[in-house]
T-cell receptor, first 115, second 113 residues
Framework: DVKVTQSSRYLVKRTGEKVFLECVQD?????MFWYRQDPGLGLRLIYF???????EKGDIPEGYSVSREKKERFSLILESASTNQTSMYLC??????????????FGEGSRLTVL | AQSVTQLDSQVPVFEEAPVELRCNYS??????LFWYVQYPNQGLQLLLK??????LVKGINGFEAEFNKSQTSFHLRKPSVHISDTAEYFC???????????FGAGTRLFVKA
């Protein structure tokens, strides 16, 4: 089974702190994604990556950056956390060449609270 | 640009009753369509997907969905629900050849005994 692991299920940070959310997948997927999930808004794409060191902005990239140094790992970085970034963050991966038609495999999510 | 509208934010239903969760999409190009389910405190998992061919798609756990191109809809149905179907369901769309999957706001299904 594909496994997407997000390093922290729950985090509490203070405004202005730098936050790292880590995601690792174990199935050699080339495509990886970071989504943000908020009630009533569904999932919104923050960033995605289709290869090592490659990244593309999603629909809401402001206030975030990402890093993909290794194929299996995709990190989301909040340079200076703000209260409006309190949310559930979901990482996903998909098979190569199937970014549009293949199944997205999701981690269990990281719930971030910024005080 | 694509968009997805899930017409009901919450759907309460009694156990063993049928259910339909409605989804409409908007796109100027051909799309692929998906339904995902999220159980409490878990990530999302794929229920079913429509890529091409037969407009009636069967998925896991007895769910099915019908693609209606003229009405731009992809409604999810189950003839008899169980308590264990209580979850949030997301409709999603992606245009053919693209990377971005766009999700609807979600529908919370509550199955009551």
């Amino acid at each position: 089974d594909v496994k997407v692991t997000q390093s922290s299920r729950y985090l509490v940070k203070r405004t202005g702190e730098k936050v790292f959310l880590e995601c690792v997948q174990d199935m050699d997927h080339e495509n990886m994604f970071w989504y943000r999930q908020d009630p009533g808004l569904g999932l919104r794409l923050i960033y995605f990556s289709y290869d090592v060191k490659m990244k593309e902005k999603g629909d809401i990239p402001e206030g975030y950056s990402v890093s993909r140094e290794k194929k299996e790992r995709f990190s989301l970085i909040l340079e200076s956390a703000s209260t409006n970034q309190t949310s559930m963050y979901l990482c996903a991966s998909s098979l190569p060449g199937q970014g549009a038609i293949g199944e997205l495999f999701f981690g269990e999510g990281s719930r971030l609270t910024v005080l | 640009a694509q968009s997805v509208t899930q017409l009901d934010s919450q759907v309460p239903v009694f156990e063993e009753a049928p259910v339909e969760l409605r989804c409409n999409y908007s796109s100027s190009v051909s799309v692929y369509l998906f339904w995902y389910v999220q159980y409490p405190n878990q990530g999302l998992q794929l229920l079913l997907k429509y890529l091409s061919g037969s407009t009636l798609v069967k998925g896991i756990n007895g769910f099915e969905a019908e693609f209606n191109k003229s009405q731009t809809s992809f409604h999810l149905r189950k003839p008899s629900v169980h308590i264990s179907d209580t979850a949030e369901y997301f409709c999603a769309v992606c245009h053919t050849g693209g990377f971005k999957t766009i999700f609807g706001a979600g529908t919370r299904l509550f199955v009551k005994a």
